[in-house]
Nanobody, 120 residues
Framework: QVQLVESGGGLVQAGGSLRLSCVASGSIFSINAMGWYRQAPGKERELVAQISGAGATNYADSVKGRFTSARDDAKNTVILQMDSLQPEDTGTYYC??????????????WGKGTLVTVSS
């Protein structure tokens, strides 16, 4: 069993900042890609930021220059620092990881999501 648990969502005014954290726990052998997706009301889930197992980071064009993601493999954590937040950043943010388990298979895992609301 593997679990991803997010924290750090909340309500912030436009121009403000929030920091999301995600911790992976359970039967983890290694973590491949790890990152964040978001889903706004009435829209499909979209990639926000993802860090490959080699450390390469990919950001959505809409957040480049405002959001920064980093991972700590020793702690199985990934963070998302969100600055200059705008109302269009509102949504539920999900942690994602592709994990090699100790049962020798790899699959995608998702957190339950944390709500980010940006008021204008």
């Amino acid at each position: 069993q593997v679990q991803l648990v997010e924290s750090g969502g909340g309500l912030v005014q436009a121009g403000g900042s929030l920091r999301l954290s995600c911790v992976a726990s359970g039967s983890i052998f290694s973590i491949n890609a790890m990152g964040w997706y978001r889903q706004a009301p009435g829209k499909e889930r979209e990639l926000v930021a993802q860090i490959s197992g080699a450390g390469a980071t990919n950001y959505a064009d809409s957040v480049k220059g405002r959001f920064t993601s980093a991972r700590d493999d020793a702690k199985n954590t990934v963070i998302l620092q969100m600055d200059s937040l705008q109302p269009e950043d509102t949504g539920t943010y999900y942690c994602h990881a592709n994990i090699w388990t100790t049962q020798w298979y790899s699959t995608d895992y998702w957190g339950k999501g944390t709500l980010v609301t940006v008021s204008s």
